[in-house]
């Protein structure tokens, strides 16, 4: 779930806010929160 919820989350944020255009970046981008929110929590568990 930790990475399924960011993804959903920022996919439709950037889907309503109509912030980018090209599929290829918009997959890029949620991807790229998905990594920073674990990276995130790994550092606040450690």
Do not use: H, T
């Given at each position: ?43 606040i568990e450690w």
């Amino acid at each position: 779930m930790q990475g399924f919820v960011p993804a959903l989350i920022a996919r439709e944020i950037l889907l309503r806010k109509d912030l980018l255009n090209a599929n290829g970046w918009r997959n890029f981008i949620i991807v790229s929160i998905c990594l920073a929110f674990s990276a995130f929590y790994e550092l606040i568990e450690w």
